[in-house]
Nanobody, 127 residues
Framework: QVQLVEAGGGLVQAGGSLRLSCAAS????????MGWFRQGPGKEREFVAG????????RYADSVKGRFTISRDNAKNTVLLQMNSLKPEDTAVYYC????????????????????WGQGTQVTVSS
């Protein structure tokens, strides 16, 4: 089992940047594909970015491609989401998630495929 704690959310103006971090407990962090999801007001939870166990494969939602970058440091049990050129529509609670099933290949994009979730961190982008 792994516990996930997000940090780094806050209020930023449009065009600004934020870096979210997700710290994982346990000794088997490298056994999990990791993902970031978000849920805006009145919206369903949606996939933002994902990264494979080794970090060699990443995937992004079309809405954030070219603006967000996901990375991980398995030695520090941490996954990061660098968010640049933020837009008001990026406003949401951002969640970190871990998937233990995918061994090879790209990380999953569907929320139900992830086994563990953090509590979320609020990101608000003002216009």
């Amino acid at each position: 089992q792994v516990q996930l704690v997000e940090a780094g959310g806050g209020l930023v103006q449009a065009g600004g940047s934020l870096r979210l971090s997700c710290a994982a407990s346990g000794r088997t962090f490298s056994s999990y594909a990791m993902g970031w999801f978000r849920q805006g007001p009145g919206k369903e939870r949606e996939f933002v970015a994902g990264i494979s166990r080794s970090g060699g494969i990443t995937r992004y939602a079309d809405s954030v491609k070219g603006r967000f970058t996901i990375s991980r440091d398995n030695a520090k049990n941490t996954v990061l989401l660098q968010m640049n050129s933020l837009k008001p529509e990026d406003t949401a609670v951002y969640y970190c998630a871990a998937d233990r099933s995918i061994i090879y290949g790209p990380p999953p994009q569907r929320a139900h495929e992830y086994d563990y979730w953090g509590q979320g961190t609020q990101v608000t982008v003002s216009s």
